[in-house]
């Protein structure tokens, strides 16, 4: 009777369960060893992002608030200004020694001139630090112009709008030793980019 008994009929009941169970159990640990790195990538990936953000978050910009003596520019007069810096408890512990001065053009906001004027003092205890200084009127251009005065440092400004009747005589030779100057650094600093490349490949073709 045991010859006519199959192979099935062999195997005990329990021992199939028993198989179906242990490899459910390896399927589930070789999941469970799969997700967990890539769970705690996602986490790293995370913090990583906060840091960085928190991070580049820049810190609150000082006050800058400036003032012209007359708004109307006689002719052959300059433009009085004096800019109040507030540090308000930003972190930028040290401020600027000048304040950029710059004019546009009203109706297309095309730059007409940069200036600096000095600090000359402060108050409240240094939170507040003065500035104060006249542009000349023989380099100030003719027409309606927006004077922003801005902190090198922070970017933080203010603005008021000035009318200039007259052209300085000097503007236009100001203006342009204000441009060529612009133009140096860049064309400089490409030239030595161009010429830091030739000597690559001269180095390259000689080795």
Do not use: W
């Amino acid at each position: 009777m045991n010859a006519g008994k199959t192979k099935t009929d062999q195997i005990p009941v329990g021992d199939t369960n028993g198989r179906l169970l242990e490899r459910t159990c390896i399927i589930r640990k070789g999941y469970s060893a799969r997700i967990l790195p890539c769970l705690l990538l996602v986490v790293i990936l995370l913090s990583a992002v906060i840091v960085c953000v928190s991070g580049s978050t820049p810190p609150p910009q000082p006050l800058v608030s400036v003032r012209v003596v007359n708004q109307t520019i006689s002719p052959g007069s300059g433009i009085d200004v004096s800019v109040e810096y507030t540090q308000n408890g930003v972190l930028y512990p040290h401020p600027p020694e000048t304040m950029d001065i710059y004019l546009y053009k009203i109706p297309d906001g095309s730059l007409l001139g940069k200036y600096e004027i000095p600090q000359t003092g402060v108050r409240d205890g240094g939170v507040i630090h003065l500035f104060r200084g006249t542009i000349p009127g023989p380099v100030l251009p003719r027409g309606d112009v927006m004077l922003v005065a801005t902190d090198p440092e922070t970017g933080a400004n203010s603005r008021i709008p000035v009318s200039i009747p007259v052209a300085g005589e000097l503007y236009q030779d100001y203006r342009n030793r204000q441009v060529i100057e612009g133009m140096f650094y860049p064309v400089a600093g490409g030239l030595i980019v161009i010429l830091v490349i030739l000597l690559g490949f001269l180095v390259a073709k000689r080795t």
